[in-house]
């Protein structure tokens, strides 16, 4: 059965599988080595899939974690998306070499707005392409605070058109992140080919529950910890499932 299908109301979950969802952010301008350093022992201590980290942090990311099943992903053309081309592959070449395993890349908002849709579709293209060479895997982020549903549902299409392998809700600097009903668009407009991750407000077990009801298989999140501890705690008294009902689905606190 696909990972990508929605699961079925009141099936349990285990922690390990919402560890196996996070992609712990260190993406906080300010954050020094240490800190990233210290957040990439995090991650590995509660068996997260990756870690998204600055592109000047990826080597210090692949040292940190050698031997770890824990993956390094960094950010192409970020916060905004609007490098050229040529620069989003640079960036993409480099973070490969260094050993990035995932990207997460940001479309060409602005060009998305503007409705230059063959521009967008071309730049996802070819940093697919250049990465799936080496088996990396790219995430493109929309960030839908400024789309319609409209253009949600357009830049879904251009994005699985382009060989991306997932798309994504959003940065989480701009003025809102997931949503639910964007998190269902996604997932409904895209096949089974391509997952969906959130982004911006899972600050919380319950909320990363909610995005995996609607179909999202990943979400980025900088309270890894207390999700974690939570799911364990929930895991042990037989309470960790995904939600029975609309009611039940929150995001944010």
Sequence with gaps: MSQNLVPAPGSAVTAKEIALMIDHSLLKPEMTEEEV???CKLADEYGCATVCVKPCDVELAAKTLAGSS???TTVIGFPHGHHLAEVKLLEADAAIKQGCKELDLV???GRLLSGDFDLVEDDIRAVCDLSHKSGVIVKVILENA?????LIKQA???CERAGADFVKTS???AKTGATLDDLRLMRATCSENVSVKAAGGVRSLDSALSVRAVGAIRFGATATRQIVEDAREREAAGTLKIPE????LTIGY
């Design 37 to 39: 350093v210290a957040g």
């Design 70 to 72: 824990v993956l390094v």
């Design 107 to 109: 479309l060409n908002i």
């Design 146 to 150: 400024y789309l319609t549903p409209d």
């Design 156 to 158: 879904c299409e251009i």
């Design 171 to 173: 940065t989480g600097y």
């Design 245 to 248: 009902s609309a009611s039940e």
